[in-house]
Each structure stands twice: as structure tokens, then as C-alpha cells.
DNA sequence: TTCGCTCTAGAGCGGCTACTCTAGCAAAAT
DNA sequence: ATTTTGCTAGAGTAGCCGCTCTAGAGCGAA
């Protein structure tokens, strides 16, 4: 009987879809966007669609997913090597390159109009704790050897520069201006530095 | 020929309309909410809706123009008695104001998924570039008075004040803690603040 | 009263959507 | 060679959606 036929294939129909469906929402929106115009964009038939992703949602779930899964391994790589305030506004210099990604300020918006779906929500959640622990983590840390301000706690400074990274993505264009390679970490830095 | 029957009872079935609208939006996203769903809130029946407004868009349209009637109102209100960084903490205490609405985060999110739509956008344009014009007029001045940090031009501050205020309301809650009154304040004088 | 108009209700409709079903093909296992 | 199974295509379907249409009630003007 045959099995798994081609894994490497499987994985790439399936990487080729979510990519696919990734540009579609981010220039139209989540519910916008039929499954029907995902397969004419990926060249596949509603068959094969439904074949890789038992509904629609999980299409949108399987691109955060990945988000998160990339987001856990850019803050573990980044705790290889810096600590404290570097860590932070290493952080924000990733944030920064992903804004770079010409679809990246349209996927943010079509994901806050579904943000409330509990799938997505979960997902979303998740990743949300995650960056604010390592931020309280590394912010605790560079306030004890008195990098950052001290008139406002770790966790505030975490909730500040979450809601200072989240404003700057809704923004991203997409255009790489010289200039503003490094204005998010700039921002940042502002943010937290003594005064 | 009868002409307006009742302009009284023609604005306030028109405003009942745009609540309850608001609301809806606010809970299940624009797309989600449907024009019958809507009705059945307002206790009224279709033909009524698409009597008051040509099209379900109208109605987040006209939504969106009052909020942005009434920022108009609020940046003109402080500007009569403030200017420089006092101005500037006014509005993020007004925005802070705002976020004690218990659907104002929901609705928030169900703009951002529609924001592309072109009747959507341009109002939010308009907002936006209402606002981005009032913080870079007053952040110029209190920069020129030394009420701020001089390390970043006025411009680049009004933006990223912008991104803080986008963030915040990005995560309003509704939950009207105490502590929590003067967060969004406190952030923006953190990150406007002399170093 | 009798027009003329606004406002309201609600049935109805065309169109689109997410998803299903069936049939066939390719290839691995027997 | 035959069977089994993954994979794919694409027609088909039930249901929902935004919106229209018609009929009439209410009200002001002549």
C-alpha cells in the first residue's frame, strides 16, 4: 500500500499554499479573500486545497503557527549572545527587518480583523506571552545594572514597547528607506533609555 | 409635499443605527456582522437599514466620520488652553479616555481588518494626518522650550507617538483599573522625555 | 379629501462562499 | 498484474449575504 508518498512534495504543496494565501490576506484581508482565489493563485484545485487544510482557518492558523514557531527560535538565538537592553533592542531590530517584508504591514491588518476567532486568538496569545516574558526577562535585567529608566517597573516598560513594536507593524509599508532601517530600535531605545 | 417628515426622529433612527452597528463590529468583526444581524439589534427591518444608508460600508463610514468629527473637536478644545507638551499628554489622556469603552479595542481591530477598503482608508488618512499635524506643531514647540528630549526631530517623535497610541489601542481592553488610568500618558512622557 | 412624499416592513433574489463528492490517475506493495 | 492508497481535479451543493422591490402606513400641503 502506499504510504506517504513524497513528503518533500507534500511539504512543499503545503508551504506553497499557506505562502500563497499569506500575500492574498495581507492584500485583501482575511474574509475577503475566497479559497477559491488561493488555489488560482497557487495554481491547485479546491480538491487539493481541502486535501492539505480541513478548512479555510486553518490555512490563517498554519501562517501564525510558523510565525510563532520563527518568533521562539529569534528570541532563543538572540539569548545566545546578548542579555539585558542588547537583547531587547536586538528584539526590535527584528521586528524592524520583518517590516521590511512589503506584505507584512497588510498580514497585520487582516489578522487584528480576525483576532477574535478563538484559533487565532490562542495563537496569538501565545506568541504575545512569549515576547512579553523575554521583554520583563532582559527589561528586570537592565534595570538592575541601571541600563533603562528606573522611574516606571519592567513589566510597564514591557507593555510600552510591546504596544510601541505592535503600533510600528500596523505602519509598516514595506518600504526600506535608509533612514528608517533602524527607527523602530531608535523608538525603542527613546523609550526605555534614563532620563 | 412632505418634505423632511421629522429630522428629530430621522437622526436619532440614523445614530441608532451607527450604535448599534458599532457594537456588532466591535464583537464579531466587520465581515462577520451581517446587515440582518445588524437590524435585528436595532429593532428594525432591512428595508429601514438600506433606507438610512446606501450600502453596509456607509454605515462603518459614517462611524468612522464621526470619531473623526470628534477628534477634530478634542485637538481644537486643547489647543485652547494648551500648547507644547501639556497639548501633547492631553490627547493621549483623551485616547486613554477612549479605551475605557469596553468595545473600543474590538472595534479598533475590526477597522484594521477593512482599513484597505478605499472609502475606509481615506478617513483614517484624514485622521491620521490630523493628529501626526497637532503632535508635530506641538512637539516642535516644546522641543524649541526644552520640555523634550532634543535627541530626535519632532517628526520622527510624533511618529512614534503615533505607534504608541496605534499599540495601545490595539490592546484596550475596557477594563477600567485604576492604575491604569494614566498608563498611555505616562508612556508617552517616558518615551518624549529629556535623557 | 386628495395628492405627494417619506418612512417602514418584509418577502424575495442573484450571486458568492466554504466545502463536499466522485471519479480517475500515479505509484507503491503484493 | 492487481490491488491499495495518496493525491488531484473539478463539478456540484446548501446556505448565507447584501441588496432590491413592492405594498402600504403616516403625515404635511393644497
Do not use: N
Request: glycine fraction near 8%.
Amino acid at each position: 500500500m502506499g504510504r506517504i508518498v513524497d513528503e518533500r512534495r507534500h511539504a512543499e504543496r503545503r508551504e506553497a499554499i499557506l505562502h500563497e494565501a499569506y500575500r492574498q490576506f495581507a492584500v485583501a484581508g482575511y474574509d475577503r479573500t475566497s479559497t477559491a482565489s488561493i488555489c488560482r493563485g497557487a495554481g491547485i484545485s479546491s480538491g487539493t486545497f481541502f486535501h492539505y487544510f480541513p478548512a479555510k482557518l486553518d490555512v490563517l492558523v498554519g501562517i501564525l503557527s510558523a510565525g510563532l514557531q520563527q518568533t521562539r527560535q529569534a528570541l532563543s538565538r538572540i539569548e545566545t549572545h546578548s542579555i539585558g537592553l542588547p537583547a531587547v533592542l536586538a528584539y526590535a531590530g527584528g521586528v524592524q527587518a520583518e517590516m521590511s517584508d512589503p506584505h507584512f504591514g497588510g498580514f497585520v491588518h487582516a489578522v487584528a480583523g480576525v483576532e477574535l476567532l478563538p484559533e487565532v486568538a490562542t495563537v496569538l496569545e501565545d506568541e504575545a506571552s512569549l515576547i512579553r516574558a523575554f521583554l520583563v526577562r532582559h527589561l528586570s535585567d537592565a534595570s538592575a545594572r541601571s541600563e533603562i529608566r528606573g522611574d516606571a517597573s519592567p513589566v510597564h516598560l514591557a507593555m510600552w514597547t510591546q504596544w510601541l513594536l505592535d503600533g510600528a507593524a500596523q505602519h509598516a509599508t514595506g518600504t526600506t528607506s535608509p533612514s528608517a532601517e533602524d527607527d523602530v530600535v531608535a523608538a525603542v531605545r527613546a523609550l526605555l533609555s534614563p532620563p
